[in-house]
């Protein structure tokens, strides 16, 4: 059990979270190190940001949803391949045992930080696929990306916003609607495994969705000034000081 103190501050993480993900995404570059940082093992700790992170997951899709915002006829196989992607890279993670799991997760964090820091040069071209490599290429994307989510997480939205804008040529726009798609349906089959395997802490995950959300939503509407570099810098210093910290414990034993 937590103390009051270290719930306090994952929640707080959970609303920065949210703020940084309505301005330039990589949101779980925050709550994810800050749940290791608490000292919650690998395990654990990904599955309770899965449990934080899929209700602002399922917000986001339905948003875009209304707003005609992704590629309907996309979105079945889409939603197909990331759940089933996903349930092979839960199982993965809660197979491996926790001492070789730090130096995995700290590769991880610090190429998923790689990752949204290349974000922003990503530009979109013009693609003409035939049905058939289409479907393809969708289905390779959402199995892949899918495992990568269910096995650790953090970026999986950019990556998955690089893959749709230099695959099938998607805007910006499209490609995050299309990208919220996989990226619901492999939060979900993430946290029903970790659920399962009883790797939530409830009462964590639940007061931080909370927070994610409403932090979601004032970022929403506020306009910040260079707040796309300042959220990377920001990201990137978090994951640095995890990192340092994973490695003192794995150097500690």
Do not use: E
């Amino acid at each position: 059990m937590l103390s009051p103190g270290l719930t306090a501050f994952l929640i707080a993480s959970a609303f920065v979270a949210g703020f940084i993900n309505s301005i330039a995404g990589g949101g779980g570059l925050i709550t994810l190190p800050a749940l290791l940082a608490a000292g919650l093992p690998p395990q654990l700790a990904i599955g309770t940001n899965k449990g934080q992170a899929v209700f602002g997951a399922f917000a986001s899709v339905a948003s875009f949803w209304r707003q005609r915002s992704l590629d309907r006829d996309r979105a079945l196989l889409g939603f197909g391949a990331g759940f089933a992607g996903s349930l092979v890279g839960a199982r993965c993670m809660l197979a491996i045992p926790p001492a070789p799991l730090r130096a995995i997760v700290m590769v991880l964090l610090l190429a998923s930080a790689a990752t949204v820091l290349a974000r922003r040069n990503v530009v979109p071209r013009q693609r003409v696929l035939t049905p058939a490599t289409a479907r393809a290429a969708l289905l390779g994307i959402g199995l892949a990306l899918g495992f990568y989510d269910g096995f650790f997480g953090p970026a999986t939205g950019s990556i998955l916003v690089v893959a749709f804008t230099t695959v099938f040529g998607d805007s910006l726009t499209r490609a995050s609607g299309n990208a919220k798609v996989v990226n619901f349906a492999s939060n979900l089959a993430a946290f029903l495994t970790f659920l399962l395997h009883g790797s939530v802490l409830w009462g964590v995950a639940l007061p931080m969705a909370a927070a994610n959300v409403i932090g979601s939503t004032t970022g929403a509407h506020l306009a910040v000034r260079n707040g796309d570099r300042l959220v990377r810098g920001a990201v990137l210093l978090v994951v640095l000081a995890v990192v340092v910290k994973l490695a003192v414990d794995l150097a500690r034993g």
